[in-house]
Nanobody
Framework: QVQPVESGGDLVQPGGSLRLSCVVSGSTFSINAMGWYRQAPGNERELVAKIWIPDGTITYADSVKGRFTISRDNAKNTVYLQMNSLKPEDTAVYYC?????????WGKGTSVTVSS
């Protein structure tokens, strides 16, 4: 079992920044990828950024490239999403995902609202 817990969501003005955190507990040795996904009202959940644990390969959605950065702190079992130059269309609930062989674990989400 793996338990991701997100934090850091907030209301922010356009152009602002936020850093989301995801602390993972449980059988963290089994995790081979960590990712951030988001879901806006009326939309499907979409990948924002993903980092593969074995080799550190990172993938970003085109819509966030150059603005968002995913990183991890192994000592703290934490994955971060630094979000800069936020836009109203980034408004969504952001979910942390931990991928182990044959299964995905999800956090409950943290809400990000970008509005003036």
């Amino acid at each position: 079992q793996v338990q991701p817990v997100e934090s850091g969501g907030d209301l922010v003005q356009p152009g602002g920044s936020l850093r989301l955190s995801c602390v993972v507990s449980g059988s963290t040795f089994s995790i081979n990828a960590m990712g951030w996904y988001r879901q806006a009202p009326g939309n499907e959940r979409e990948l924002v950024a993903k980092i593969w644990i074995p080799d550190g390969t990172i993938t970003y959605a085109d819509s966030v490239k150059g603005r968002f950065t995913i990183s991890r702190d192994n000592a703290k079992n934490t994955v971060y999403l630094q979000m800069n130059s936020l836009k109203p269309e980034d408004t969504a609930v952001y979910y942390c995902n931990a991928h182990v062989p044959l299964r995905d674990y999800w956090g409950k989400g943290t809400s990000v609202t970008v509005s003036s």
